[in-house]
């Protein structure tokens, strides 16, 4: 009996023992079950704010898009708008060269007429010394 009681108070020794591994066990599967919770929570939180994150770069990249359009629309405006000024410039300088050679040509005769003038005064103040 003694064997008996023996075997008995191991037999209860060793439940205790289950007993407390599966009471530790459960409370860290309580505790786990906890984390994976707070996890799946994360998770999901981070895909809430990776959805509306690669919204906003999605609208991001858009704009961007959109004003490298809006530069290169403006570049070549102000590209064609360049060459037609350059092309108006040209034109004035080559009407300046041609006012400029023709006031050239003016003066020249202005400064013949000048002589001949001056030649037909001196003429009649010697015709005008000659008749007194």
């Known amino acids: 009996m003694s064997k008996f009681h023996g075997d008995l108070t191991q037999r209860e020794q060793e439940l205790l023992r289950i007993r ?4 530790t066990k459960a409370a860290e599967l309580a505790k786990m079950e906890k984390m994976l919770q707070q996890t799946k929570n994360m998770l999901e939180k ?6 509306e994150s690669k919204g906003y770069q999605e609208n991001m990249v858009e704009d961007l898009e959109e004003k490298v359009r809006s530069t290169r629309r403006y570049r070549r405006n102000s590209l064609h708008h360049t060459q037609m000024l350059e092309s108006q410039m040209k034109t004035v300088k080559g009407e300046l060269v041609g006012t400029l050679d023709h006031l050239q040509e003016l003066r020249n005769v202005l400064r013949r007429s000048q002589q001949k ?15 007194r």
């Open 20 to 23: 407390r591994d599966s009471d």
């Open 46 to 51: 981070k895909t809430d704010f990776s959805s």
């Open 117 to 131: 003038a001056e030649e037909r005064k001196a003429a009649m103040e010697k015709l005008a010394a000659g008749l």
